[in-house]
C-alpha cells in the first residue's frame, strides 16, 4: 500500500502539497516493547501506522503508568509531534505493543501543511476529537466504574486483539494498562478464578467464562 | 468591545468570512446557575465568553458531576457544538457560575467556515489542544493526586476567582466540582479545620491559613 493510501484526506490536498507530505515521510519499523516517543522529548514527529500496535500512556512522578489509547493499522499519532500545536501542554509516551511498521512524518512539514491548508487542519482537528473523546470515555471509567468492570473489559479487549483465551500477560502489566497497582489486579484476578470467570496459571490468564466476563462488563 | 476583538484569529479572516461570522453571532445574557448546553442536547453553538464564568462538566448516570474546565472572558467553548465535529462523542453540561454575557455562534456558520478557513480551523484545533491539555492535567489529578491535595487546590482558585477568603459554596456543590461525595467533603473539611486551615461555618468556609493551604497543594 502507498503512502497516499493512508491518508483519506489525500484527495484534497495539491499536488504540491501531496508531493511534500510524501517526500518527507519515512517508513520506520518498531520492534514489540519499543519506546517510539518519549513523553518528555519534544518533537519525534507523527506516526502514522501501517500494520501493528501502539500504546499511548502516560506516567506519574512514582513510575506508574495508564493506558490513554491504542493505534492500530491506518491510525495516525498526533501526540508524538506536540511541538506541532502551541496548546498542547502534556506528556504522552508511545510504545509499540507489537512489532510495527509506520511512516514518521516531520512536526515541522505537518505543520507548515496544515497552516494552508484548510482540509488538513480540519482532518488533524477529527482526528484530535477523536482521541479527546477516548480520554474522556476513559475519565468516566476511572471516575465511576469499578475495578472489576474495568479488569473485565481490559480482559476481553485483549482476548480480541490477541486472538486468544489464553493472554500470555503479566499482573504488572495489566496494572499499567488500568493506572493501578498489581497488588490491586492479583487479588481482583484471584477473585475473578474464585468465580470460575479466569485459570491462572504462571505468566498465563485464560479466559475460561467469556459469556460470564461479559455480563461483568455490561452491569 | 467589538465582536471582531473577542476572536484572535480575526484579522486572518477574508472580509466575507468576518462578516459572515459577526452577522450570525447573537449577544447572550445568563442568569447565574442558568444551564446553557445539555449533554445530550444535540447543538447549541459556540459560546464566546464576554463577561462572566462558565463550568463544564461531566455527569455520571447516577447523576455524580465532575468539574471538567471552567471558561472566562474571551474563552470560546467548542463543546457545545458537538455536531461540528463527527467525531466528537462525549457529553459535556455548560452551567454558568455567575452572571455571564456571551456571544452565541451557529455551529453549522462556524463549521462552514472553517472548512473553508485554515486560519479558523488551526485556530479551532488549538482551542481543542488547550482543553485536551486540560483534561489530561485532571486525569493525572484524579488518578494521581490525593483528595486533601485537590481539595485544597480547589480552595485556592475559588479564593482567586472570588476574591475572598470567606467562600459561600456548599459541600455538596465543592463535591459536584471534585468528582466525589459529600460526605468525603465534609470530613476532609473538617480535617483542614482541626488542623487550622479554615473556619467551617453554616453555608461558608473561611480559609485562615493561606500559606499552610499553598504548602498542602504544592507537596
Not at 33 to 58: F, K, M, P, W
Not at 82 to 92: A, G, I, P, V
Not at 156 to 161: G, K, V
Not at 191 to 217: C, H, N, P
Request: aromatic residues 8%; glycine residues 4%.
Amino acid at each position: 500500500m502507498e503512502f497516499a493510501e493512508y491518508f483519506p484526506v489525500w484527495p484534497r490536498l495539491t499536488p504540491a502539497e501531496q508531493k511534500k507530505l510524501s517526500e518527507s515521510a519515512v517508513s520506520r519499523t518498531a520492534k514489540k516493547g519499543q519506546i517510539l516517543h518519549n513523553g518528555s522529548a519534544e518533537c519525534t514527529g507523527l506516526l502514522l501506522v501501517q500494520s501493528g500496535q501502539l500504546r499511548a500512556y502516560i506516567l506519574s512522578d512514582e513510575g506508574r503508568e495508564i493506558t490513554v489509547y491504542r493505534l492500530f493499522d491506518l491510525d495516525l499519532c498526533l501526540f508524538s509531534a506536540s511541538c506541532m500545536l502551541r496548546s498542547l501542554r502534556f506528556e504522552l509516551t508511545i510504545e509499540a505493543e507489537k512489532d510495527t511498521e509506520f511512516w514518521l512524518i516531520p512536526a515541522e512539514v505537518y505543520k507548515r501543511l496544515m497552516e494552508q491548508s484548510a482540509p488538513l487542519a480540519n482532518y488533524t482537528n477529527e482526528i484530535m476529537a477523536e482521541r479527546f473523546s477516548e480520554v474522556m470515555w476513559l475519565m468516566e471509567q476511572i471516575l465511576w466504574q469499578s475495578l472489576d468492570k474495568r479488569l473485565a473489559a481490559f480482559l476481553l479487549e485483549e482476548m480480541a486483539l490477541e486472538e486468544t483465551g489464553a493472554l500470555k500477560i503479566t499482573h504488572e502489566r495489566i496494572a499499567n494498562h488500568l493506572g493501578t497497582a498489581r497488588e490491586v489486579v492479583t487479588r481482583m484476578l484471584r477473585y475473578f478464578q474464585s468465580e470460575g470467570l479466569v485459570k491462572l496459571s504462571r505468566g498465563q490468564i485464560e479466559i475460561t467464562d467469556k459469556a460470564g466476563m461479559q455480563t461483568l462488563d455490561m452491569v
